[in-house]
């Protein structure tokens, strides 16, 4: 049974790799069309190749990353007509899947991630906790409701949407002190969401989801 001895590691390792650079991605730090290195990503992560080549695969389900042929990875490069498309179909699915969620969630649920945004608020500069609270939030939302097709549908569209908008910020040359102010406001969106789960009113949770994805795409305009 030695061969079986590391397969929890082996998993834990992969979706790490994979969360770090969906991070990096959604950021902006690797940016559209650039090419990704399996070895220079491996070396720089002192692991094997093995793991970053799974995780390419999951990012490419994704829609982050375009598999070339021969293996070779590159940031998919998205368009404004593609983002305006996946802002209208969150507008359709995720207040839905929050709605038939809202009495399923349970409370220490809620508020593990209310210590989250509480956290963020403390540090709004911390842009990479506040996408990790951001992700925390939106996946509350539709983890619940009982299909994981759904689930599925609602976290690419959510990662794809959250990446564009730093592409704009980025395009943009946004001000530490405006990124700061749209994570604080987006933070207190986010708890007013919480604030209506823990209502346990599905109507609030649908205007309160809906709302905020409205607010979103407003804040998020391409141009």
Do not use: C, W
Not at 13 to 27: G, P, Q, S, W
Not at 30 to 49: D, H, V
Not at 51 to 75: F, T, W, Y
Request: charged share 25%; aromatic share 6%.
């Amino acid at each position: 049974m030695n061969s079986f001895e590391n397969f929890g590691n082996a998993i834990l390792l992969k979706d790490r790799v994979y969360n770090a650079l969906k991070t990096e991605i959604i950021l902006g730090n690797f940016k559209p069309g650039e090419r990704l290195n399996i070895l220079s990503i491996a070396n720089k992560m002192n692991i094997s190749s093995a793991p970053i080549r799974e995780a390419l695969n999951m990012l490419s389900k994704d829609g982050l990353i375009d598999l070339m042929p021969h293996k070779q990875a590159a940031v998919a490069a998205g368009g404004s007509d593609e983002y305006k498309i996946s802002v209208d179909i969150r507008k359709m699915l995720e207040p839905y899947a929050a709605k038939i969620s809202t009495p399923l969630i349970p409370q220490n649920k809620i508020d593990a991630v209310r210590n989250q945004l509480n956290s963020v608020l403390d540090d709004p500069s911390n842009v990479a906790a506040y996408v990790e609270s951001d992700m925390a939030v939106h996946e509350l939302l539709h983890y619940y409701a009982g299909s994981k097709f759904l689930s599925e549908i609602l976290t690419m569209i959510k990662t794809y949407t959250m990446r564009f908008r730093y592409i704009i910020e980025k395009t943009e040359k946004s001000t530490l002190n405006r990124e700061a102010s749209t994570i604080i406001v987006s933070t207190h969106e986010h708890l007013s969401i919480l604030d209506a789960l823990e209502s346990r009113d599905p109507e609030r949770v649908y205007s309160a989801v809906l709302q905020h994805i409205e607010h979103y795409s407003k804040r998020n305009k391409p141009v």
